[in-house]
């Protein structure tokens, strides 16, 4: 009978955590501390001059191993660890621009925190990386020392808390080392997950940091909110001036000319109130869209997930669609969700070249609540957010309501946009 895998031990894990922490280590007593003498001389040579044009160099470097150490965190430990750089303005060309970079990068305060954690990283980083091996390895130690090692350090050696005196404490060494070996399967992860808790501690954002991003980025989505609104009004006024206003201007004056034909030639004047009717018909169904476009009914009457239903069912190829909503959610929220899976519908009908798409719409209480939206296509890929406008107005819609968009669209696919909106699920209505 197979064991379970809960009761094996991860011995692979272990390694794995082992391996890396010789790499992090190396890292940390070789590039971390190598970087923090540089930087601090280059700092320190600004006085003189010379530092303004070497110092924009050194600290990009020091960024970017940052970033690189957060990367790792996030792939090897689950532990995310945001940016929290102040963005930098176009650098000007000449000496000048590397003065002006200089000035810039020493007034970020993560610049500073980066400075302080590479010593730290190159003492405590290193030590808690090293562990994962060291214990791995002073349990093989111990083990070894029962065949034959015992013989070549039998002069006042200790394995732990044993002398080494014969062959009776080699065994008891080896005992001790197989129960290192055996610990180690199951702690190996905990010093790996340890240094990046410090790297956290040090070059995470501060919460004055977070608080300060968050401003800029509502700054941002305000302004564009106000675009968009602006340009969205034009966009009505402009239809509404084309389309049906002046279609209601024809038809008044067909009325007038059937005022005065319905006496002389009746004939002529049914025929024209045919018209007539026919324009009032094609005027309300613009209205309709237009309508729709701003606000549609199935959204208002039914709710985000028949909405979005509704949405699937006129799409040229077909949509599978799981939808996981007990309630409603505010008006803004809805038609922000409504508009970005429209497009995102869309696009994907028009560009992918996929033949199935599917949908998932579901809440979850988590941070407060969070509504997350994922639409996947087995399409081409290589969709990018950078190209078209369409998904930049989602972006800037979504981040009037704190969201995110984000894509994963890898050569060949498949592709998926995932939306998250933070926000509270109401009673149906």
Known sequence: MDTPRSWRPPVRESLQAAARGVGLAALSIGASLALFIVTVLSVVFVVLGVGAFTTPAVLNTVRAHANRRRLLASEWAGIAIPSPYRPLPEQRPGAVGLVERTSQLLKDPATWRDILWLLVDAVA???????????????????????????AVNNGYWYAFIPIKG?????QAALLGLALIAASFYVNRYPLQAHF??????????????????????????????????????????????????????????????????ERDPAKAKEILAQARSSSAEALTELRDLVRGIHPPVLAERGLGDAAKALALRMQ????????????????????????ISEVLTNAAKHSGADRIWLDI??????????????????RGGADLEKGTGMKGIERRLGALDGVLALSSPEGGPTMVTIEIPCEQTEPR
């Open 125 to 151: 980083g290193f030590v808690t990386a090293l562990l994962s091996f060291a214990v791995l390895v002073y349990g093989v130690e111990g083990v070894i020392m029962m065949f034959g090692l015992w013989e």
């Open 167 to 171: 062959y009776g404490s080699a065994v």
């Open 197 to 262: 808790m410090i790297a956290r501690l040090l070059i995470g954002p501060t919460r004055g940091a977070q608080l300060e991003q968050r401003v800029e980025r509502l700054y941002e989505t305000r302004h564009d909110a106000v675009d968009s609104s602006a340009a969205e009004l034009r966009r009505i006024e402009r239809d509404l001036h084309d389309g049906a206003q002046a279609r209601l201007v024809a038809m008044g004056m067909s009325l007038g000319t059937v005022e005065a034909l319905i």
């Open 317 to 340: 190829i077909p949509v599978e669609v799981d939808v996981e909503l007990t309630g409603r959610f505010q008006e803004p929220v809805e038609s922000a969700a409504y508009f970005a």
């Open 362 to 379: 579901h809440h979850s209480r988590d941070a407060g609540g969070m509504l997350r939206i994922a639409v996947t296509d087995n399409g």
